[in-house]
C-alpha cells in the first residue's frame, strides 16, 4: 500500500465519519478518538516501512493479530525514539519477527510438577478410612 493508497482510505473513513454522525453520547467521541489512533498507527508505519514489508506485516495480521500488533508496537516505539535511521525492510522485518518469537516462547514456558512416587491415591484412601 501507498501512501496516497492510505491517505485515500484515511479520507473515505472520515467521510463516513461525518456522514454516518455521533451515533451515541460518548460512543461517537471514543469511535473517533479510536480511529484518530488508528490513523496515526498507519501512517507512522507507512513512514518507516517498506512495502514489501508492509505486506508481510499485513499477511502477519491475517494469522495472527496480536503478533502483528506487538511488532507494529515495537516499530513504532523504536520510531518515536529516533532509533531509526532508514525504513525497515522486509529482511530488517523478520529479524524483529525472530526476536519476538525467540521473546514469546521463554515466556510461555510449561513446567510439569510429576507426582512422587510416595503420594499416591492409596494416601488419600487411608486418610478418608480414619475418619
Excluded: Y
Excluded at 467521510?15 to 489512533?37: T, Y
Amino acid at each position: 500500500m501507498s501512501a496516497e493508497d492510505l491517505e485515500e482510505i484515511r479520507r473515505a473513513r472520515m467521510q463516513q465519519l461525518r456522514d454516518g454522525g455521533g451515533g451515541g453520547e460518548g460512543g461517537g467521541e471514543e469511535d473517533q478518538k479510536r480511529q484518530r489512533e488508528a490513523d496515526q498507527r498507519t501512517s507512522i508505519l507507512g513512514q518507516i516501512l517498506t512495502p514489501e514489508a508492509a505486506d508481510r506485516l499485513g499477511r502477519i495480521r491475517l494469522v495472527k493479530a496480536s503478533r502483528a500488533d506487538d511488532v507494529e508496537n515495537r516499530l513504532i516505539m523504536l520510531a518515536r525514539s529516533g532509533q531509526l535511521r532508514q525504513k525497515i525492510t522486509e529482511e530488517q522485518l523478520k529479524e524483529i519477527l525472530g526476536g519476538l518469537s525467540e521473546q514469546v516462547q521463554q515466556k510461555e514456558k510449561v513446567v510439569v510438577h510429576r507426582r512422587t512416587a510416595d503420594s499416591d491415591d492409596d494416601d488419600l484412601e487411608a486418610m478418608l478410612e480414619r475418619d
